[in-house]
């Protein structure tokens, strides 16, 4: 489970939004552009070029 703390600052490196847990925890969805940040081990990897596009991920 991700840290409530961590979560409430974390924000999308492209648009600066917020990001959300998917139903799974396996990432994090920014809430306005969309893109999916994976987590790894339980570690958000924030990087843009890392990111899924909401268009790109398998429904």
């Not at 999308?12 to 990001?19: A, Y």
């Not at 306005?32 to 924030?46: E, F, H, L, Q, T």
């Not at 843009?48 to 909401?54: E, G, H, S």
Request: charged letters at 25%; aromatic letters at 4%.
């Amino acid at each position: 489970m991700i840290d409530k703390k961590l979560m409430s600052i974390l924000a999308c490196p492209v648009c600066h939004e917020k990001v959300s847990a998917d139903e799974n925890e396996q990432f994090l969805v920014c809430v306005s552009c969309g893109r999916a940040y994976p987590v790894k081990n339980g570690i958000p990897v924030m990087l843009a070029d890392q990111a899924i596009l909401k268009d790109d991920r398998k429904s």
